[in-house]
């Protein structure tokens, strides 16, 4: 199975900061990496696939990067409702793997 | 819009089969360029891929559940279902159905891509 390792696991931010978080795959998968936000007792919600494209309907404040073995996913200025926990998912392989998700809370 | 719904019973007793549903609407789950996808999350964990399924019938599992999933799906009803048995304490989660992009025709690019999700069901594990 291929490992997503997320860091950091959470992180403290305000409003209007930049926040970028960082996936890991123990193995290459290319550009087979997509990142979801998921809001407390939501469902997750598709913010970026293959790496850097953005998903319709998200705001252009994210933004991702990366293949092979590390990836980012930049928020570009922080909002009120940026607030959430946010995965990696790697679909290079089965088992699909999700990384343990970052927390991202208000300073 | 795609839209999906899972239900299903909320507590379920160990070593019981868990069983859910999830209905599909806005879009045919008879299409031949998505999956379709159970996920669960433990309560104040991450996120775990149980296992897809194809209109075919085909399907993928994670290996560590595979013994005890049955994922089907049922096109006349738009619809696919999981059944998780000999359940213990450890299969209570939020249980997520999602459709997934094959890469082909119109999810091209989008290979393995989770673009919609039910909002989940809780099932509890426990006597």
């Known amino acids: 199975d291929i490992q997503m390792t997320q860091f950091p696991s959470s992180l403290s931010a305000s409003v209007g900061d930049k926040v970028t978080i960082t996936c890991r795959a123990s193995?290459?998968?290319?550009?087979?990496l997509s990142w979801y936000q998921q809001i407390p007792r939501k469902a997750p919600k598709l913010l970026i696939y293959?790496?850097?494209s953005l998903q319709t309907g998200v705001p252009s404040r994210f933004s991702g990067s990366g293949s092979g073995t590390d990836f980012t996913l930049t928020i570009s200025s922080l909002q009120p409702e940026d607030f959430a926990t946010y995965y990696c998912?790697?679909?290079?392989?089965?088992?699909?793997?999700f990384g343990q998700g970052t927390k991202v809370e208000i300073k | 819009q795609v839209q999906l719904q899972e239900s299903g019973p909320g507590l379920v007793k160990p070593s019981q089969t868990l069983s859910l549903i999830c209905a599909v609407s806005?879009?045919?789950?008879?299409?031949?360029?998505?999956?379709w996808s159970w996920i669960r999350q433990p309560p104040g964990k991450g996120l775990e891929w149980i296992g897809y399924?194809?209109?075919?019938?085909?399907?993928y599992y994670n290996p560590s559940l595979e013994s005890r999933i049955t994922i089907t799906i049922d096109t006349s009803k738009n619809q696919f279902s999981l059944k998780l048995s000999s359940v213990t304490a450890a299969d209570t989660a939020v249980y997520y159905c999602?459709?997934?992009?094959?890469?082909?025709?119109?999810?091209?690019?989008?290979?393995?891509?989770?673009?919609?999700w039910g909002r989940g069901t809780v099932v509890t594990v426990s006597s």
């Open positions: 806005g879009g045919s789950i008879n299409s031949a360029d998505y999956y």
């Open positions: 193995h290459t998968i290319s550009s087979h």
């Open positions: 399924i194809y209109y075919s019938g085909l399907t």
């Open positions: 293959g790496s850097s």
């Open positions: 999602a459709r997934v992009g094959r890469g082909t025709g119109v999810a091209a690019g989008k290979r393995g891509v989770f673009d919609y």
């Open positions: 998912l790697q679909s290079y392989s089965t088992p699909r793997t």
